[in-house]
């Protein structure tokens, strides 16, 4: 089991930034990724890493703003935020597989199973 710990939530303005880490260890993985969830909606995948870290992946809402990457150990992942919008506003869930991933699966929320407790992030117009 990987146990993953997230962190870099918090409250900020339009058009600001933030940067999420998250923190793995126990058993190693193939892939990681951030998914979020707004009060109300379905958990999305945000940006993941994928077929042992050579490819990236993100959800057309979030392309040009945020940024994903992994630490040279590959246990720590981050998702740079930038250009911040009031409809980025969730819960922000760190998640990884041990499974070799394809472009098609990578953001899939059933692709992944382990998941960290989330931390919040709020942007306000």
């Known amino acids: 089991q990987v146990r993953l710990v997230e962190s870099g939530g918090g409250s900020v303005q339009a058009g600001g930034s933030l940067r999420l880490s998250c923190a793995a260890s126990g058993s190693s993985y193939s892939s990681m990724a951030w998914f979020r969830q707004a009060p109300g909606k379905e958990r999305e995948g945000v940006a993941a890493?994928?077929?042992?870290?050579?490819?990236?992946k993100y959800a057309d809402s979030v392309k040009g703003r945020f940024t994903i990457s992994q630490d040279n150990a590959k246990t720590t992942l981050y998702l740079q935020m930038n250009s911040l919008k009031p409809e980025d506003t969730a819960m922000y869930y760190c998640?990884?597989?041990?499974?070799?991933?394809?472009?098609?699966?990578?953001?899939?929320?059933?692709?992944?199973?382990?998941w960290g407790q989330g931390t919040q992030v709020t942007v306000s117009s």
């Open positions: 890493v994928y077929a042992g870290g050579g490819s990236t």
């Open positions: 998640a990884t597989s041990a499974r070799m991933l394809a472009w098609w699966s990578a953001l899939l929320r059933a692709s992944y199973n382990n």
